[in-house]
């Protein structure tokens, strides 16, 4: 069964390094997403991509954050100055279309910031 | 903004069915997800909910109100893999992809 892959499953970054979290959503996708997940709280939306632009994010995609789709099969995160506040568990997902159609969430990718 | 309230945890036994229900108030509303997270590990999807009524898919359902703002998801026959966090989300209206998730019911099943 096509599953949403993420690499590296945990990545430790000092505080003002840059990050990018890799992805790749099932091939026959069209939507990709990211949300973060601090631990022990609720899942967040983070943004959606479609056609190599972000559709919509949220107010915690900041200037700091950034998407790309930098070939047929990759979707990265780009942080680029990690605060502690970062540290988190974020999610890729990815959809044939929005709508009623559901997202398929990839392992996660723990960012620990120290 | 949307605001979703769900119980946080509940106890059950295998075998049993339990019901977690879940109310959200929003300006507007698109359609309300369930998903099912085991610790540690990423959501995966049981339902979507977006007109009234009730959805069932083997041992789960899921219910919605969409005047009363509220759904549920009934769990039957209840094993002990069901032990997981169950969470809802609503999806933002104006839009079709943002989605909003409550903070999840953590779903105990005792023997």
């Known amino acids: 069964e096509p599953e949403v892959t993420q690499t590296p499953s945990h990545q430790v970054t000092q505080m003002g390094q840059e990050v990018i979290l890799r992805c790749v959503p099932i091939?026959?996708?069209?939507?990709f997403y990211w949300y973060r997940q601090i631990l022990g709280q609720k899942v967040e939306f983070l943004v959606s991509?479609?056609?190599?632009?972000?559709?919509?994010k949220s107010e915690i995609f900041d200037d700091q954050f950034s998407v790309e789709r930098p070939d047929g099969s990759n979707f990265t995160l780009k942080i680029r100055s990690t605060k502690l506040e970062d540290s988190a568990m974020y999610f890729c997902?990815?959809?044939?279309?929005?709508?009623?159609?559901?997202?398929?969430f990839g392992p996660g990718t723990r960012l620990t910031v120290t | 903004g949307q605001n979703i309230d769900q119980p946080t945890e509940m106890t059950a036994t295998e075998g049993a069915i339990v019901q977690i229900n879940c109310t959200y108030q929003?300006?507007?509303?698109?359609?309300l997800f369930w998903y099912q997270q085991h610790a540690g590990e990423a959501p995966t999807f049981l339902s979507y909910?977006?007109?009234?009524g009730l959805e069932e898919k083997g041992r789960f359902s899921s219910f919605l109100s969409r005047s009363k703002g509220y759904s549920y998801l009934l769990l039957k026959e209840l094993q002990m893999k069901d032990s997981a966090s169950y969470l809802c989300?609503?999806?933002?209206?104006?839009?079709?992809?943002?989605?909003?998730f409550g903070t999840g019911t953590k779903l105990q099943v005792i023997p």
């Open positions: 991509f479609y056609n190599n632009e972000i559709s919509e």
């Open positions: 997902a990815s959809s044939e279309w929005p709508g009623l159609y559901e997202q398929y």
């Open positions: 989300a609503v999806r933002d209206p104006g839009g079709y992809q943002k989605v909003t």
């Open positions: 909910n977006v007109l009234d």
């Open positions: 091939s026959n996708h069209l939507y």
């Open positions: 929003t300006s507007g509303f698109n359609g």
